[in-house]
């Protein structure tokens, strides 16, 4: 692929803590993707998803894209950035150029503030990547899920699909295929430990990327 506009996915969730950063990084093990989380929070607890995805796909420095903003408190990106006196401005933030395809990580859900005026969603449609929606299993999930699609749809998003992470619930599964009309992409257990040889078996459930995004 030369150099230009990737083709690839934008990864977010119905929450924080949902799996998205295990997500993404199966998703670049399995397409051989570069990553970019153009928001970053919590770095003064740890080293970030960033360097998680690193570790856990196996990317090279080169295939781990900065951050167009990075917050040390481990806020909602709104309230990160308000704690450092910063603003962030969707304006600033564009695609980067790449060889291959790319694997964007939102932060937080998918209705989480970036501003006083725009969400995690609004970014999603600005950058014009399909929203891969990472959801748990357990009970809740189906409302939780079935409210993230409609806000994605309202705003003229595609959804490539859900990823679930957690332990298998068929009857959670049928419901938001069903009542969400839309493909589950994967199925991704806990496992433990979670490391590169993990990540690069649960890989193998992710579809290629040409069957989700032609």
């Not at 990084?25 to 399995?30: P, T």
């Not at 408190?73 to 990160?80: C, N, Q, R």
């Not at 209705?111 to 600005?126: G, K, Q, T």
């Not at 257990?189 to 992710?206: E, S």
Request: aromatic share 4%; proline share 7%; net charge neutral.
């Amino acid at each position: 692929m030369p150099l230009g506009l990737p083709r690839g996915v934008f990864v977010t969730g119905t929450d924080t803590d949902v799996g998205k950063t295990v997500a993404a990084a199966c998703l670049c093990a399995a397409w051989n993707a570069s990553y970019w989380k153009p928001v970053q929070t919590g770095l003064a607890a740890d080293r970030g998803d960033r360097a998680t995805v690193a570790d856990l796909a196996g990317l090279t420095a080169a295939r781990v894209l900065p951050s167009a903003y990075e917050f040390q408190a481990p806020l909602s990106p709104h309230a990160a950035a308000a704690a450092e006196n910063a603003t962030i401005r969707l304006s600033s933030i564009r695609l980067p150029g790449t060889s291959g395809p790319m694997v964007l990580e939102g932060a937080g859900g998918v209705l989480v503030p970036l501003n006083d005026s725009a969400l995690m969603a609004d970014l999603i449609r600005e950058l014009a990547l399909p929203a891969v929606l990472v959801t748990r299993t357990t009970l809740g999930t189906i409302n939780h899920t079935l409210l993230s699609l409609e806000a994605l749809r309202a705003r003229g998003i595609t959804v490539a699909g859900v990823i679930l992470n957690g332990p298998a619930n068929a009857g959670n599964r049928d419901a938001i295929a069903r009542f969400g009309r839309v493909r589950i992409l994967a199925e991704l257990p806990r496992v433990q430990p979670l490391d590169a040889d993990a990540v690069h078996g649960l890989a193998a459930r992710i579809p290629p990327l040409a069957d989700i995004v032609p």
